[in-house]
């Protein structure tokens, strides 16, 4: 079960400082990374938080020419910086970012200027400090027990699930980044199946008889199917994926 727990520090909810509870944020998913931890093992709602400060530093410090640069090479960061601002409830700063993202000229000369004027009424950090503060899933621990909390979120996630392997294996597969596991159903007639979004789409899972087929979760369209084997570990793995193999 993913943690959905956004972990912040006690100074930082008492601080008077706006930045500081979204920088403990910030502190506690960056010593995850550090340990290696990817994202789909952390709080969503967490890395929203996370990556709308990360869009706000880097184009108050960068700008839209630079930052953009950083931005659109990693399909994820696109993903959650959008998915931030939306949650946020920040629409014109939506707005800009998707426009940026749309630019195939990549001039975004006048891109700063407007942003600046989006942030004197939507003003990412006060609203980002506002939203963890109210956010349902915020807990609060004493600085000095951080690092216990991090061990204990990595010993949650020392191993993928079975189904998580397969999930990553389908999206290395079809060439999409995944995101994170939206529903589960063991009880299924066919035995297992499982709802899971990219950065670009949603699809679900069906398993049986040692056969897996992948559809889109829109359209109920196939997308292809493959036969599990087991390999040296006993986990299982997906061998000829090729959507006519099983016709």
């Given amino acids: 079960m993913l943690i959905n727990d956004i972990v912040i520090s006690t ?3 008492h601080s008077e400082n706006k930045y500081d509870i979204v920088s403990s944020n910030n502190q506690y998913i960056t010593k995850l990374f550090q340990k290696n931890i990817e994202e789909d093992r952390i709080s969503e709602d967490a890395l929203k938080s996370y990556y709308v400060d990360y869009y706000l530093s880097h184009i108050s410090h ?4 630079k930052s953009m640069e950083v931005f659109l090479s990693k399909s994820k960061t696109i993903y959650y910086i959008q998915a931030g601002l939306k949650a946020l409830k920040t629409e014109n700063h939506l707005n800009l970012f998707q426009k940026a993202c749309l630019n195939q ?27 963890l503060m109210n956010h349902p899933q915020l807990i609060i621990i004493h600085h000095e027990y951080m690092d216990k909390k991090v061990e204990e ?15 990553k294996q389908l999206c290395h597969i079809i060439n999409e980044e995944f995101i994170s596991v939206t529903a589960g ?23 049986k008889d ?38």
């Fill in 153 to 167: 979120h990595i010993e949650a996630y020392k191993h993928d699930k079975r189904h998580l392997q397969i999930i």
């Fill in 210 to 247: 040692n056969i897996v087929t992948l559809y889109n979760s829109y359209n109920k369209q196939e997308i292809t199917k493959g036969r599990l084997i087991s390999n040296k570990t006993g986990h299982s793995s997906i061998s000829n994926f090729i959507s006519k193999m099983l016709a």
């Fill in 105 to 131: 000229e990549n001039d975004y000369a006048h891109y700063d200027q407007e942003f600046q004027e989006i942030q004197e009424s939507e003003n990412l950090l006060h609203i980002n400090h506002r939203w």
């Fill in 11 to 13: 100074d930082s909810f």
């Fill in 185 to 207: 159903d063991i009880n299924n007639i066919y035995h297992n199946a499982w709802y899971f979004k990219t950065t670009k789409n949603a699809y679900y899972i069906i398993e």
């Fill in 62 to 65: 960068s700008g839209f020419q």
